[in-house]
């Protein structure tokens, strides 16, 4: 903002005072005591109530009848808005004595309209912030928090209030050669660009250097393929059609024919010898007789074994029931020889327990034992019942086996009456037996020379079919070795495309990283350009490159190319002495 006009009244040594400035500097000059420091603190105490130190201040007049003190000006803002401010401090009564304070009222205005202290302050914070005001109004504000290395208050304060609106995207707008920086930024801030821009840079180059091992491993893999001869299709198709042919002449000789049809003869024939016997058997003899026997004799031992299963089970559930009566008997034998505790003192408090007590437990404990006693009979009895009819059980069990072994011993001596009795023809002794039997023998002869003829025939096929699958088998594998290279050269193929991808991708991302850097260099210069401009002979250092490539923030002033502490004191005095 520009200050135009300052009005002074009853303010300190002034009874009334104007000052009409120019667009040009105005230089107030006086010998000491003339009141060149009264002017500046007049002008500190209208907009901040202190003087131009910072302290606080009573802008008493010299003269005792003066009672309202009043300061006031125009500014024009840097919208061009043209503002008045005024501040006035009345005395409200006489003081009680010559030491006391008199009570004083401050009033406050806007554009000649009254305003509230803590809305006047607020205005004038915004249009005109305390300590950018102190710090372009005293030479020795930077220096206050040295000895702390306060550097980056400092630092703050000179981008807060002379950077501007000096951006990270306003910075890139203004440089077309970083227009490609703007586009691959998408919305990321420069400092996250950079970070995601150094991550995905090292992946790359992790991938870039596994990539050739990896193809050397694939093309190791390729010289190790023994590849004998060449793959045919057709080769394998004839070989493939000759083995079906011979496997289905071979199928045909195994289920066919006449070996086949001599085989189904001797079946036959063997059928025939069976059933000539039963009929034999029929009309000369007591076999039907014989064969009841037997089949009754079958069902008796079966029914007898099935008895004897039961008998078992029996004794072994007996065994078991018993078992459980011996173990309650212990137990209720255990549970009469219990006696209760003689010692009469309670468990808690280890004090003798009264009669009533003692009377009480043993009463519980006979209940107790009783009821426990009764319960254990009561299993044993119930035990003991189970048993006998068990046992019972078992007798039955063990009359119906001699009952039934009685009655197989009787058919057995009836069995081997019939079978002595001489009344049995033998039936491989008749004409039809030897008959058949010849036709039979004859039968299998011929069997056996067919199948002396075929197992030749069989045994030449099948050495055909081995000799077809080796072959088919060879192919396959040079198939099979031919099929791995070409995998081995497709992933190879694929290790050099990614790896030329990633090549670009690489170069891309040291583009970005230059683009960052020259960001970062553009960035110095404009920063610390918009901020010098402001200075007539300091020059701030905000920014200290390292090594690494590392951007440090700093806050040195120079002068002439010193720099430090003394450079910063001196171009402030020489700046806040005669501003820019």
Not at 354 to 365: G, K, N, T, W
Not at 382 to 397: D, G, Q
Request: proline residues 2%.
């Amino acid at each position: 903002m520009l200050l135009n006009t300052l009005s002074i009244s009853n303010f300190k040594c002034f009874d009334k005072f104007e000052i009409d400035f120019d667009e040009k500097k105005t230089k107030i000059a006086g010998d000491n005591g003339t009141g060149k420091t009264s002017i500046c603190d007049a002008y500190f105490w209208l907009l901040f109530g202190k003087n131009s130190s910072g302290q606080a201040l009573n802008p008493r007049p010299k003269r005792e009848e003066a009672t309202k003190t009043t300061v006031s000006a125009r500014f024009t803002l840097d919208s061009g808005e043209t503002v008045y401010i005024s501040r006035c401090q009345q005395d409200k009564g006489k003081k009680a004595n010559d030491t006391a304070k008199a009570a004083t009222e401050t009033t406050y205005m806007i554009n000649d309209v009254p305003k509230k202290k803590k809305d006047y302050e607020d205005y004038i914070a915004d249009i005109c912030p305390p300590d950018i005001f102190n710090y372009l109004s005293n030479p020795l504000a930077f220096a206050s928090g040295r000895e702390k290395g306060d550097w980056q208050s400092r630092r703050e304060i000179l981008l807060r209030s002379f950077a501007g609106e000096k951006s990270d995207g306003s910075i890139i707008d203004s440089h077309e050669d970083l227009s490609l920086l703007r586009e691959r930024m998408n919305y990321h801030s420069t400092d996250d660009f950079m970070a995601v821009t150094e991550l995905e840079r090292k992946k790359t180059n992790k991938r870039l250097n596994e990539i050739p091992i990896e193809i050397n491993a694939h093309k190791e893999t390729i010289d190790e393929i023994k590849i004998n001869g060449v793959y045919s299709p057709s080769i394998v198709a004839r070989l493939s059609a000759e083995k079906r042919k011979i496997e289905n002449e071979i199928s045909a000789i195994k289920n066919g024919g006449k070996k086949e049809e001599t085989a189904q003869r001797i079946k036959i024939a063997e059928a025939e010898i069976e059933l000539a016997e039963v009929r034999f058997n029929k009309d000369n003899g007591n076999s039907e007789e014989i064969k009841k026997i037997k089949n009754k004799i079958a069902d008796l031992e079966i029914r007898s074994a099935q008895v004897e299963n039961s008998r078992k089970t029996c004794e072994s559930v007996a065994a078991m029931i018993r078992s459980t009566a011996e173990m309650y008997s212990k137990r209720y034998s255990e549970y009469a020889s219990e006696e209760p505790s003689d010692e009469p003192i309670c468990p808690t408090c280890r004090q003798a327990l009264p009669e009533r007590l003692i009377a009480e437990r043993q009463s519980i404990f006979n209940e107790q034992k009783a009821e426990k006693l009764k319960s254990t009979r009561d299993a044993y009895m119930k035990a003991l019942e189970e048993y006998k009819r068990n046992r019972e059980k078992i007798k039955t069990l063990q009359a119906d086996e001699e009952r039934f072994r009685n009655e197989i011993g009787k058919l057995n001596a009836d069995l081997n009456v019939l079978a002595s009795g001489g009344t049995q023809a033998d039936f491989k002794k008749s004409k039809e037996y030897i008959d058949l039997s010849e036709k039979l023998k004859s039968l299998k002869a011929e069997y056996n020379k067919l199948s002396a003829e075929s197992d030749a025939i069989l045994k030449e096929k099948e050495d055909r079919v081995a000799e077809l699958q080796k072959g088919i088998d060879e192919m396959n594998a040079v198939k099979a070795a031919v099929e791995l290279a070409e995998r081995e050269e497709r992933k190879i193929r694929e290790l050099q495309k990614e790896q030329q991808r990633l090549g670009k991708l690489l170069a891309e991302q040291e583009e970005n990283i230059e683009l960052l850097q020259k960001f970062m260099q553009y960035k110095i210069t404009d920063i610390e350009n918009q901020i010098n401009s402001h200075f007539a002979l300091v020059r701030w250092r905000l920014f200290e490159p390292q090594v690494n490539g590392v951007i440090k923030d700093c806050c040195e002033a120079t002068v002439d190319g010193v720099g430090g502490f003394k450079a910063c004191l001196f171009g402030q005095r020489s700046i806040c002495g005669v501003p820019k």
